[in-house]
Structure formats: C-alpha cells, structure tokens
C-alpha cells in the first residue's frame, strides 16, 4: 500500500504536531558552569560576589616557599602547602579596578588588555572589542610604549576608507601612535617590560597579583589567582563588561537628545 | 628608589605636570579620585594554633606577620577515610564547580545527592551531619557513614553490571577495553624491540664475543 502524498500545507502542520508532541520529553539541565559561556557572556558587576570568585578558584595563591612578602596583607593562610588569598581583600581591590575602568570609560579612555597566556587569547579578544580597546595576546614588544615613533611606526597598517561604491580601500595615511589611558594586564609577572614602560610613560595600569608577584608592579593591583584561567576570564570579563555599560549609558543619552532635536 | 614604583604614580606625574609642554592625562581626574594604596602595610593574622603564642622574643615577633595554616574539622576525617581507602583516590573527579553556593544544594541528611557524584567527600559530610544532629560520637557516626557509602558503592556496581549484560542481551558488542589496548600495544612494543635486538647481537656476534674463547665447542 503506497503513503498517501502530503501537501506541503500538510507536511509542515506534521513536523509542527511531531515537535509539540517531542519538545518536553528528557531532563532539564540544571544550570551549570560553562568555560566559553563566560568568555562570549560575562556576568556583569552587579552579579559580582564572594561565591563567584570562589567557584573561580581566585583564593588560590602559589607555593609558600617563592611568596613576596609584600602582598601579606592579601593572604588569608596557607594550606597544603600553598597560601590562600583572603577573598575579602580580592572583593575590595576589584571593585576599586571596576570604578577606575567605570571612570576611564566615562571619558571615552582607551584601554588596553594584555594576556599572553596559553587560552587568554579568547578572552582578552572579546573583552576588548566589547570595551572598544585593543588587545594584546602574543607577546609585548619592547619599546611600544617608550620608543612607540620607532616601535609603533614599523607595525604597519595604513587607514582604510569607503569609496563611493562602498568598497574598502587602502590609503596613504597611516594611523599614528596610540597610547593607552589604562592597561589591564593579566599576567604582570610574564609582563614585567609592559609594567615598567607603563610606569616610565605614566600610564596607569591594572593587575592581577598573585602571592609570588610585587604588588608595586601596578597602579592597581588585584590579589587573586593568575594561574586559573576561569579567574582571568572573569576578571577580564567584569572589567570589560563595565566599559561597556558605560558606552552604552552614553549612547542612551545620544538616542534621547536625538528624538528632542528639531526637524 | 625601588624598580617597580607604579602605586606612585601621581607622585611621579605630578613632577611631570610641573613641565610647561606637559598636558593634563585623560586618567588623571580618575587616579585622584580613587588613589591607589601607596604602602602595603604587614598586617597582625590571627593565631589559630594557641600553642605558636609560647615563643618569645623574635619569634614571636616574627610569628605575628607569618600566615597560620588553616585547619578545618573536615581534615582528620577526610585523611582517616583516604587512609582506610586509599583506592577511592583512584576514581576520577570533576573538581570544577558550577557557582560558589553548590553546598547549599546539598541535603546531608541521607547519603545520596542528586547534584553531587558520590565520593568520600561524601561520607566526610555525613559523618559531620551525623554527629551535629543526632548528637552522635565520632567513631559511631563515621561507622554508620562508611556503612552506607559501601552500601551505594555496591549499588552502582550492581547497576552498571545489569546495564553491561541488558546491553549485551539487547544486541550491543563491547570490544576491548582501554587498559586491554594498552597491553595489546605494550606487548606488541616489547616483541618488536626483541627481534631487533636479536638481530643486532646475531650481527655483532664478533663485537660482543671474546676471540679468546673458542665459540666452536659452545654450537655443539
């Protein structure tokens, strides 16, 4: 006996009846933690707490035998051989980062991510296109701040433009020197040369330190685990996820005065 | 003058500032806004071990500032639990948490938790439960703990044995295992490093032989 021949009508009637029928059979996944969720959709600073930072493995320092005295004031106590950084300290210094970036934000600051760890590339990418900053993710060149006419000359790059058919082009121009209004740098030990040129130009910075790194590295430091990956995803995520805001608060007001203005 | 002095950075700046070419930063107003800490000052920690606080003199003194190692109730049980079963050790485990509140969704009142894989983690948790609310001493509420960790450990296994054989009756074929793999590959290593060692001597027969020795009587 052949199937009887379906209009298209009828077909999609089916599949919408089959996909009724099937969409409440299996198990609702509880909420659970995902590494790319995190980097593509931080959580914001409101959701910020002690739990969070936690679950992150932030209070976790380093070895007790290669610790830097100065940042006792950071550590809890040690256990397993290892010292544990007080959450506490961590929640205050990162909130005094979150306002700093809030302010830089403000006045339409330019701010630049730093990680050149193995898997920070992600991150330290999506958090500066979401501030509107720059990134960098390999390696730092010496000189880019202190010798940036050389340095920053011999990267290349020219400035594109549309023409009138809306295709992009290359012209003579080439963009000039950049400096940073504020660096977030993940890792500062493995960056000590971006710590000291920001240092030398005046450039205020933000870091993560952890129990074996000078605290005096940077302008703003952030006691908590740099080894952990989830910690600097979410550190970056914060950070990036409040100048965001920020641009975003701006262009609120823009689109109001827009719809006051004359016609 | 230390080399990494980046807390001082309006210090620094405004001796810059005092150049007539030297232009107002973008980040200035908000560094003055909220300064960052200039000296980081050692802190007095707590003791948690009264008997550190016998020292005297410099060691004390020096004491003060040292971190205290931290010491929780759960570590003389979790340490008798893994020496009593050391091969719980051996099973794999997720130490990742999904958010910093995942004990909360713990009920300590029985064993099994939907959210959480059995593990001597476990039985730590309820023997702390056992002895909070039904004012149990240590030694019983660790023994009825353990009783029934083995209790579920020996469910699972009965699980997964009716799951492997109505898998096997239904039509499913399990190959060989991992550990089975690697034996396979391991003896397959060591039997092709035998023959080429075998044919390495046979080739240095000479290199290896003493010429003195008459290597015609030991053929026969």
């Known amino acids: ?263 | 003058m230390p080399k990494f002095n980046a807390n001082g950075l309006l210090r620094s700046f405004a001796a810059e500032m005092k150049k007539p070419w030297t232009a107002e930063s973008l980040w200035y107003e908000t560094v003055a806004k909220h300064p960052p800490t200039f000296q980081y000052a050692r802190r007095i920690v707590p003791l948690y071990d009264p008997n550190k606080v016998k020292s005297r003199g410099k060691r004390l003194r020096k004491s003060m500032y040292q971190p205290q190692e931290i010491q929780w109730p759960e570590d003389k049980l979790r340490k008798r639990f893994y020496r009593d079963h050391p091969w719980e050790l051996a099973r794999p485990q997720i130490i990742a948490e999904n958010d910093g509140n995942d004990q909360q969704y713990c009920d300590w009142s029985h064993m099994d938790q939907p959210r959480k894989a059995l593990s001597g983690e476990s039985v730590v948790q309820r023997t702390l439960w056992l002895i909070e609310n039904s004012n149990m001493p240590v030694e019983n509420a660790y023994d009825q703990a353990r009783k029934e960790f083995y209790h579920l450990r020996a469910e699972q296994e009965i699980q997964q044995r009716v799951a492997h054989d109505q898998a096997q009756a239904l039509g499913a074929v399990f190959t060989k295992s991992d550990l089975e793999l690697g034996y396979e590959m391991d003896q397959n290593a060591l039997n092709s490093w035998f023959d080429n060692a075998s044919q390495y001597a046979e080739a240095n027969r000479t290199k290896f032989t003493d010429p003195s020795v008459d290597i015609s009587k030991t053929t026969q």
Not at chain 1, 107 to 112: D, H
Not at chain 1, 161 to 166: A, I, L, P
């Open chain 1, 1 to 263: 006996m052949l199937s009887r021949k379906l209009s298209p009508e009828q077909l999609v009637a089916r599949r919408l009846k089959i996909r009724d029928w099937n969409h409440k059979i299996g198990a609702v996944v509880a909420p659970h933690y995902s590494p790319t969720l995190s980097i593509r959709n931080p959580a914001p600073p409101s959701q910020l707490s002690l739990p969070l930072l936690l679950s992150s493995g932030a209070h976790l320092g380093h070895s007790t035998s290669i610790w830097n005295p100065y940042t006792q004031p950071f550590i809890y106590g040690k256990r397993e051989g290892i010292h544990i950084i007080s959450l506490d300290q961590t929640m205050v210094y990162l909130r005094r980062a979150i306002s700093v970036v809030r302010s830089i934000a403000k006045e339409n600051g330019i701010i630049l991510f730093i990680g050149t760890r193995n898997g920070q590339k992600d991150s330290v990418v999506a958090a500066a296109k979401r501030a509107r900053g720059y990134h960098i993710f390999d390696r730092w060149l010496p000189g880019l701040l202190t010798n940036a006419r050389e340095v920053q000359g011999k990267l290349g790059g020219s400035i594109l433009c549309k023409d009138n058919r809306g295709k992009l082009i290359q012209t003579d121009k080439k963009p000039s020197y950049v400096f940073p209004d504020l660096m977030v740098i993940l890792n500062p030990l493995e960056n000590k040369s971006a710590c000291l040129e920001a240092q030398k130009t005046h450039v205020p910075t933000i870091g993560i330190i952890d129990t074996d790194a000078d605290p005096r590295m940077v302008t703003y430091p952030i006691p908590a685990n740099d080894d952990s990956l989830r910690c600097t995803d979410l550190i970056a995520g914060l950070l990036s996820r409040v100048a965001e805001q920020e641009y975003q608060k701006a262009n609120q007001a823009f689109e109001k005065d827009k719809f006051t203005l004359p016609l």
